[in-house]
């Protein structure tokens, strides 16, 4: 004889298979990650280990090394000389992330709020400098700058091989990476609440630093990161635009392995250079946390 359900069991029912189907999870053999980790260790870890044991080696003539536990190069980082060059790239860096953020978050805020027809068309002019060289644009915008072009003649602006032209150089062709991020933010933005919260009586201004930016600062804060990471290792830009009179820790480190045949000297700044990106990218990875905690 069936015995017959309660009311209050039928409706729990339902309920209680969504809950089986939120938890269930799908499992997957761990060995699908292998090809990855193979990737990571070959081109990563690998080339990572090389690099420390050169840092640990002692130099014996031109390009004679002896392989132990010598930290006499991490000394040698920290004097005045290339403290100096350092806080140089780190201060350029900012300055051009700097840059990029106020050229380019209203781009982007504007691509994606008031344009419809033309929206796919201005997202492919950001995209398009990526399908020429690197070093083509900054030889491009070398003639642009150049004393003698018509910038320099029509508006008396002389900057080449000066910081100038370096910053210049950073924001143009760093620029689309900090636009496409924030561009997706805004992409999936609800445009109905700034309007419910100028109907309430904020301040347009107010509107945009309580929910536009907070609600866009994921996206904000990642093209900030693609932007500032790069410039701080970039050795093309100071190397053509500043002349070799603005020097990077990127330049210097290439004259260590190219030049001076420095490897131990050249691989220690490297490591520090890396050590110092750490600390962003440790701060990205708290915030990233955070914010997913919250979302949560």
Known sequence: MA???????????????????RSFKPRYPPWLTSPSLLYYAIFFLGPMAILVAFSLATQQGFGSLSYGFNFSQYSQVLSPLYVTVFERTLVMASAGTVMAIV???????????????????????????FWTSFLIRTYALKIILDPNGYLAHWFGLNILYHGGAVAVGLVYNYLPLFILPVFASLERMDWTLIEAATDLG??????????TLRLTLPGFVTGALLVFIPMTGEYIIPNILGGGNFEFVGNVIGEQFSEAQNQPFGSALSIALMAALSVFVVIYILFATKEEQFGA
């Open 103 to 129: 050229v380019g978050y209203p781009i982007a805020y504007w691509m994606a709020r008031y344009l419809t027809t033309y929206k796919m068309l201005a997202l492919l002019l950001i995209v398009v400098p």
């Open 202 to 211: 904020a301040h347009p201004f107010t509107a945009f630093r309580q929910i």
């Open 3 to 21: 015995v017959a359900q309660k009311p209050s069991e039928v409706a729990a029912a339902p309920a209680a298979a969504t809950r089986r189907r």
